[in-house]
């Protein structure tokens, strides 16, 4: 009833979220001046020696996003503990468009489009993360610091003299800064195309001016300080996105993380956004490690939690529906029939995380594939919609059912739709098909695991494992199309292959840091207030392989 209410009264909606945002802040804000309380002089001698260490850089820029500061404040006192000369770099409320800005804060747009964020989420911004950092005495560099009053104007005059089409394409010194532009404007809207948004273009130069100021003062800051590492999250949009780009540009090492499913675990990769680099990770890191009954029989219970969500802090699902025969009841599907599933990603999500592969986008992916099932009356074709449409960070502007029903107002008879608010168990429904198609989603790591042929048509990260049918092409997607109906499931040694590839993602590339715990929020986490020396080298394997790894180049991967 208030939500519906409150999605009617938009202003209202607005100074809620706003609202919301700041009591979460003040919550889940780590205190490190409770932290370091009885060991100051420790902490004071661990500075002092770390004056001559390898300098890296925590670029966590957008100060506000407080789950990304308190991981990366907790890295900064990790990496200085063990002797890292740590600097710090935040966005100072100078940018004109960030990736912590959306839509649903703006139902005014020309509020956005006159002023970007600085009269409202800037004011919860830098100011808190100046707070956050300061106790522990780091060198922190504001973006100001290496900007002029002639950068902003000349960042605007580009923009203004150039339409859309160019700003997508247009590069500055080698940095694809209109790409990232794009991202961060597509990621406002929660959309995976701008057509049809009035204020997209004005809106989307702002993303622009903020794409080439981040290029600008990463690079000086870069030329400045000669760091060795520079570690921020994500790797994607404005301004993390460019922050690697000018890194990498520089020569130096790039580390990117991101929260994991399982909960205290998160995900770090090399060079690049894990999105992209565990796509093409050597499987020479996890195709001989040791295996036996008892680490199959962990997956195997991990795995069959996650269709409840219990051992993870992302889940989508309070109560989902296992019962079949309501499910076919609710969706029409008859399972006793040959039936393939096909599972979506986020739209907006899908385009800006997973590079084009056999098709030029997700949706082109799945009408071709309702085309072909529509010539196939004796197979059914389950399509089960993301639920992170309505129950993620940014609730999609664009439904793909909507897209599908443009062109299809009436489905062809073989093919149902599990919309994105059903609670039907994704689990449940696609263990009773014949094969999976999977565009990025994660789910072919799980659906291999439990048998499931997985045809894949973008780039999921099951991809190049010799585990799937990974189609480079329309034509290649519609040739494993043909095959359709499989065997009996995969062959045991796939099986087994694609478990041991699992295991690696869900228990060695997930890495635990004890120190955190859920937030408010249950897929949110926060810092626990501990004791400095949690944070010393031998107290916490998960901090010692994160750390040995932005320090060393070494793998991120936990072994057990």
Not at 285 to 312: A, C, F, H, V
Not at 443 to 465: F, Y
Request: aromatic share 10%.
């Amino acid at each position: 009833m208030i939500k519906e209410f409150l999605k009617r009264n938009k202003s209202l909606h607005r100074r809620v979220k706003l609202y919301k945002r700041r009591q979460r802040i003040i919550r889940d804000q780590p205190r490190w001046d409770l932290v370091l309380k009885g060991s100051l002089n420790q902490w004071q001698n661990a500075l002092k020696a770390a004056q001559t260490g390898s300098k890296i850089l925590v670029a966590t820029s957008v100060g506000g996003e407080i789950h990304s500061i308190t991981l990366e404040s907790l890295l900064a006192v990790g990496l200085t503990l063990r002797g890292a000369q740590v600097h710090i770099l935040l966005c100072d409320g100078i940018l004109p468009a960030c990736f912590w800005c959306d839509v649903s804060f703006y139902p005014k747009q020309d509020l956005f489009v006159n002023h970007g964020p600085k009269r409202d989420l800037c004011n919860d911004c830098f100011p808190l993360a100046d707070r956050i950092y300061k106790p522990l005495g780091l060198t922190i560099h504001r973006y100001s610091d290496f900007l002029t009053d002639t950068d902003y104007q000349q960042a605007k005059e580009i923009g203004s003299s150039l339409t859309i089409a160019e700003i997508e394409k247009y590069t500055l010194n080698g940095v694809a800064v209109g790409e990232h532009a794009l991202a961060g404007a597509l990621r406002f809207y929660a959309r995976a195309s701008l057509e049809g948004e009035p204020n997209a273009e004005p809106i989307l130069k702002r993303y622009f001016q903020a794409a080439i100021l981040t290029t600008w003062a990463t690079r000086r800051l870069l030329q400045t300080v000669k760091v060795e590492c520079a570690v921020f999250n994500h790797g994607i949009y404005v301004p993390q996105g460019l922050t690697g780009e000018v890194a990498r540009q520089e020569g130096v090492r790039v580390v990117n993380w991101n929260p994991a499913y399982r909960k205290q675990c998160f995900i770090f990769s090399h060079h690049q956004t894990y999105h992209h680099q565990l796509m093409w990770e050597p499987v020479s890191n996890w195709e001989t490690i040791p295996w036996n009954s008892q680490m199959e029989q962990e997956l195997m219970d991990y795995l069959k939690s996650r269709w409840q969500g219990t051992q993870d802090w992302i889940w989508f699902h309070e109560s989902p529906q296992f019962d079949l025969t309501k499910i076919t009841d609710a969706v029409g599907v008859d399972f006793s029939r040959p039936c393939i599933g096909l599972l979506t990603n986020v739209m907006w999500d899908a385009q800006l995380h997973y590079p084009v592969n056999a098709f030029p986008n997700m949706l082109e992916w799945v009408l071709t594939t309702i085309r072909y099932f529509a010539m196939r009356p004796e197979l059914q074709l389950l399509i089960r919609i993301h639920p992170a449409e309505i129950r993620g960070t940014l609730r999609s502007r664009q439904p793909l059912f909507e897209e599908i029903r443009q062109v299809f107002p009436t489905l062809p008879p073989n093919v149902f739709v599990i919309p994105p608010e059903s609670p039907v168990s994704t689990y449940a429904a696609i263990l009773q098909c014949n094969a999976a198609l999977i565009y990025g989603t994660k789910m072919g790591v799980e659906l291999t695991s439990m048998g499931i042929p997985v045809i894949v048509a973008g780039e999921a990260w099951i991809r190049n494992k010799g585990i799937t049918m990974d189609a480079s092409s329309v034509e290649e997607y519609v040739q494993y199309l043909d095959q359709l109906p499989l065997g009996d499931g995969l062959p045991e040694a796939i099986i087994k292959r694609a478990r041991k590839y699992a295991y690696h993602f869900f228990f060695r590339r997930m890495i635990p840091l004890e120190m955190t715990t859920e937030a408010s929020n249950p897929s949110e986490f926060k810092l626990q207030v501990c004791d400095l020396n949690e944070f010393l080298p031998g107290k916490s394997k998960g901090l010692d392989v994160i750390c040995d790894g932005i320090l060393t180049g070494t793998e991120f991967i936990y072994s057990h």
